[in-house]
């Protein structure tokens, strides 16, 4: 008799699992974009999103512990960017296949041209 183990399927099952769920929301989504093109932290995303600070970080960690990102401290910012090396595979493919889409789009252009305004006015420099 072979007993074959189904362990290593249910942990991608989870993982697919917890990539989707955080890439359920559209907001995440447009969010999870500026940051395959940018570094940015939460003083930046409060000028682009008309989220309050807290949902703000709460939509950064789900994507954060689902693999997308990576973060540091910069003085008192928080600083996130997309993580093309996670070791989510999933994450990786999403993150290649998300950099290469949705540029036309013209929330995501809205989006962008807020977040140049936001690097122009010199946000996270101001709130250090």
Do not use: H
């Not at 942990?11 to 940018?38: C, Q």
């Amino acid at each position: 008799m072979i007993v074959l183990s189904c362990k290593p399927m249910d942990n991608d099952l989870k993982k697919i699992k917890i990539v989707a769920k955080a890439l359920s929301d559209e907001t995440r989504i447009r969010m999870l974009k500026l940051l395959t093109e940018k570094d940015i932290c939460i003083c930046e995303m409060e000028e682009i999103f008309p989220l309050s600070k807290s949902q703000i970080s709460r939509n950064l960690k789900m994507l954060m512990e689902s693999g997308f990102l990576k973060r540091w401290n910069e003085g008192k910012c928080v600083v996130y960017v997309a993580d093309p090396a996670s070791t989510n595979l999933y994450c990786r493919t999403l993150l290649e296949m998300l950099s290469g889409s949705l540029s036309k789009l013209e929330l995501i252009i809205q989006d962008r041209q807020k977040l140049q305004k936001v690097i122009d006015n010199k946000v996270r420099e101001l709130r250090k």
